[in-house]
């Protein structure tokens, strides 16, 4: 939701795990897709089936994600469906780039970091959302 401002236009969509964040912040509309880790190997494939879905029904012509593995499942149906994507590491990742960040790396078209020290040939950094 952070990353509202930066996206205008009417045809914005957005998905989230957390309802509750969409609902604090105006936005209606929102995609709900089931949250997962890799320790969740059954609440992993749920995200996946649900990522490939909405991405499959929606077509979008860019996917940006801030991290997590529903996002990285988005991030690459839509790059496998001829998107352009954009992978925004999550600020959580200080002292390396995510799991989830080195396995979207070949499928993002942009790659970011929000940890200037993390930067590097292919990971830029433009500043942090937070």
């Known amino acids: 939701?952070?990353?509202r401002p930066a996206l205008p236009g009417d045809h914005v969509i957005f998905a989230t795990?957390?309802?509750e964040l969409a609902m604090r912040d105006g936005v209606v509309g929102?995609?709900?897709l089931p949250d997962a880790n890799r320790d969740e190997p059954r609440r992993a494939l749920a995200a996946l089936l649900a990522s490939v879905r909405l991405v499959?029904?929606?077509r979008p012509h860019v996917v940006v994600t801030t991290g997590a593995l529903p996002g990285l499942f988005c991030l690459?149906?839509?790059r496998l469906l001829g998107a352009r994507t954009v992978w925004i590491d999550s600020i959580a990742a200080s002292d390396r780039?995510?799991?989830s960040g080195a396995l979207a790396r070949p499928f993002a078209t942009r790659w970011y970091t929000q940890w200037q020290h993390l930067q590097s040939p292919g990971r830029a950094y433009?500043?942090?959302l937070l």
């Open 97 to 99: 780039p995510s799991l």
């Open 17 to 19: 795990t957390n309802h």
């Open 126 to 128: 433009e500043g942090a």
């Open 1 to 3: 939701m952070l990353l």
């Open 56 to 58: 499959w029904r929606l």
């Open 76 to 78: 690459i149906v839509g």
């Open 30 to 32: 929102v995609h709900l």
